[in-house]
T-cell receptor
């Protein structure tokens, strides 16, 4: 079946550095991908909607200059956390919509720890 | 604004017993409702969804959910749980079929022998 992968699955970085997280649809094209973050014991919070070939749409309160999203192809969206701080530590999850359908798949998530 | 409430943070059920996980939503129009399961290290998997029609929805792994508009609820049920059902369960409401989703805080299910 269709699978969405995320890389890396875990990353630890120093405060002030940038981290790139990839979300890939492995056997289908995804015109739309969503990025969420999840805090421990809490819900998934939508950060932004990523559409292939266009700028991402960010949710209120999400800093677009801090969380850079690029959806350069129909199978890949990237989230870059710039100048990371400890409060950016979280679980980041992507969700991909299969092109031309209402079928959706979540990635397994990326655990980011900023020291 | 839409919102989802899952009042039970953690539920423990004996293997073979029945299960009901509660979900209440707030939404202005007819909602699109979803239940997802999240196992450690894995992505969220869609169990079932409701858009319209029959208010009792059948999903995968023997789960079902009933949409009750009068109670703004979409509770998830399973007649007999298996140890492999232990996971985190999320209820979600959408503005449309596959656009933005608002998630509840989740219910962690523990299965005891």
């Amino acid at each position: 079946g269709a699978v969405v992968s995320q890389h890396p699955s875990r990353v630890i970085c120093k405060s002030g550095t940038s981290v790139k997280i990839e979300c890939r649809s492995l056997d289908f094209q995804a015109t739309t991908m969503f990025w969420y973050r999840q805090f421990p014991k809490q819900s998934l919070m939508l950060m932004a909607t990523s559409n292939e070939g266009s700028k991402a749409t960010y949710e209120q309160g999400v800093e677009k200059d801090k969380f850079l999203i690029n959806h350069a192809s129909l199978t890949l969206s990237t989230l870059t956390v710039t100048s990371a701080h400890p409060e950016d530590s979280s679980f980041y999850i992507c969700r991909a919509i299969k092109a031309g359908t209402d079928t959706q798949y979540f990635g397994p998530g990326t655990r980011l720890t900023v020291l | 604004a839409q919102s989802v409430t899952q009042p039970d943070i953690h539920i423990t059920v004996s293997e073979g017993a029945s299960l009901e996980l509660r979900c209440n939503y707030s939404y202005g129009a007819t909602p699109y409702l979803f239940w997802y399961v999240q196992s450690p290290g894995q992505g969220l998997q869609l169990l079932l969804k409701y858009f319209s029609g029959d208010t009792l929805v059948q999903g995968i792994k023997g789960f079902e959910a009933e949409f009750k508009r009068s109670q703004s609820s979409f509770n998830l049920r399973k007649p007999s749980v298996h140890w492999s059902d232990a996971a985190e369960y999320f209820c979600a409401v959408g503005e449309s079929g596959n656009e933005k989703l608002t998630f509840g805080t989740g219910t962690r299910l523990t299965i005891i022998p």
